[in-house]
Nanobody
């Protein structure tokens, strides 16, 4: 049974930082591209960042480029999202997702498995 479990969310002031983690189990982690998406109230789930399975190529949404960093640790079956210079617009539930042999795609439909999400709230 595949499980993706996010952690690290919370309440932070604008300009602050958070680090999200996603622990994966039940899948051959090293063969999956991993992505982060987010969904704010009343909005569709949107792409944030992704990292490919083989080369570690990364992709970022324009809105987070230069502020967020995605990384993976295949030995620990974990993917992380370091978020800096947070803004109130970053407030959302953040989801981790896995894409079999993916290339760090930005489309939700490319991803096979999803976590339950972790809430990030940025106060102004």
């Amino acid at each position: 049974q595949v499980q993706l479990v996010e952690s690290g969310g919370g309440l932070v002031q604008a300009g602050g930082s958070l680090r999200l983690s996603c622990a994966a189990s039940g899948l051959r982690f090293s063969r999956y591209a991993m992505g982060w998406f987010r969904q704010a109230p009343g909005k569709e789930r949107e792409f944030v960042a992704a990292i490919s399975w083989r080369s570690g190529t990364t992709t970022y949404a324009d809105s987070v480029k230069g502020r967020f960093t995605i990384s993976r640790d295949n030995a620990k079956n974990m993917v992380s999202l370091k978020m800096e210079t947070l803004k109130p617009d970053d407030t959302a539930v953040y989801y981790c997702a896995a894409d079999w042999m993916g290339q760090a795609g930005t489309s939700r439909s490319q991803y096979d498995y999803w976590g339950q999400g972790t809430q990030v709230t940025v106060s102004s």
